[in-house]
């Protein structure tokens, strides 16, 4: 049996590539700091194939401390794949000359050092496998942008430039990768007292040569497809439905 550990993994992306790898037979772990949602996986999955403990993924403290509890999980068999999901959905962060560096932080610790304490935890883990993987959740406005987005944009560009980092420094025997999702509603899979489902407009849907929103699910399989694909790293795939190609020109 494959182990996934999956971060920010109770609600929206998270929950939903938790859950899919759940349900293809493998065990996971899922960390996020929001308790409340990971006492609702935990119901969900059980926790004969899953450990869901409380973590702030950008506290270095936090993070060792639940790698602790992960190993002792373990018992000696690897980690499979780590996906580094974690991040503050909102990107809007106001004017520029009103961002305080505390709140500028929130976002890089979120999404960029999360990232580098978890990998750097999971690595002892990650070479027992025979072929391990890492994605990280990036996004596409790693790469484009709306005003007032600082933090989120640079927290996730610099989360694309960690993974072709770690992807030269880690390789052969682990491959990292990032996925750009674009519009992905997650209303659906929040914890359930925030769960949602919203209508979209159709000028939304029609901005995306897909012709719809994007779903959590849709990243899950894009997950599913890198652990698997032994030729792909340090790559950056764009899950957006085909909406960062589109000219905004209306004829
Ligand atoms: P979400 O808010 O639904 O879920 C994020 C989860 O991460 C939450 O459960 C939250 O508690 C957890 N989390 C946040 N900071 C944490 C921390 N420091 N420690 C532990 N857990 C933490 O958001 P989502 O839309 O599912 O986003 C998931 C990832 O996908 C994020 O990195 C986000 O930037 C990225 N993304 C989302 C979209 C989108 O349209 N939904 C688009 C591009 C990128």
Redesign the pocket.
């Known amino acids: 049996m494959q182990t996934i550990l999956v971060?920010?993994a109770?609600?929206?992306?998270?929950r939903a590539i938790t859950t899919h790898f759940h349900r293809l037979g493998w065990r996971v772990a899922g960390?996020?700091?929001?308790s409340e949602?990971l006492d609702e996986l935990r119901e969900a999955i059980g926790t004969d194939s899953g450990l869901f403990p409380t973590?702030?993924?950008?506290c270095e403290s936090d993070v060792e401390r639940t790698f602790g509890e992960v190993v002792e999980w373990l018992d000696g068999d690897p980690l499979d794949c780590l996906v580094n999901?974690?991040?503050?959905?909102n990107p809007y962060a106001g004017k520029l000359e009103e961002l305080a560096l505390g709140d500028w932080q929130k976002w890089i610790?979120?999404?960029l050092t999360?990232a580098f304490l978890v990998t750097r935890a999971a690595l002892p883990l990650l070479r027992r496998a025979e072929d391990a993987s890492v994605t990280n959740?990036?996004?596409?406005?790693a790469v484009m942008s709306e005003a007032d987005t600082f933090a989120y944009a640079a927290a996730?560009g610099g989360l694309d430039a960690l993974t072709h980092s770690l992807a030269v420094s880690l390789g052969p025997a682990i491959r990292v990768n990032a996925i750009?999702?674009?519009?992905?509603e997650?209303g659906p899979?929040?914890k359930s007292a925030e769960r949602s489902h919203p209508d979209h407009r159709p000028q939304d849907c029609k901005q995306h040569p897909a012709g719809r929103i994007?779903r959590?699910e849709d990243i899950a399989e894009a997950v599913a497809y890198l652990h698997t694909a032994a030729f792909v790293t340090g790559q950056h795939l764009n899950i957006d439905g085909g909406m960062t190609v589109k000219m905004i020109y209306e004829h």
């Open positions: 971060t920010g109770g609600n929206g992306i998270g960390l996020d700091r929001d949602a973590c702030d993924v950008g999901n974690a991040g503050i959905a610790d979120a999404s999360a959740i990036s996004s596409t406005r996730k750009r999702p674009g519009w992905i997650t899979w929040q994007g959590p």
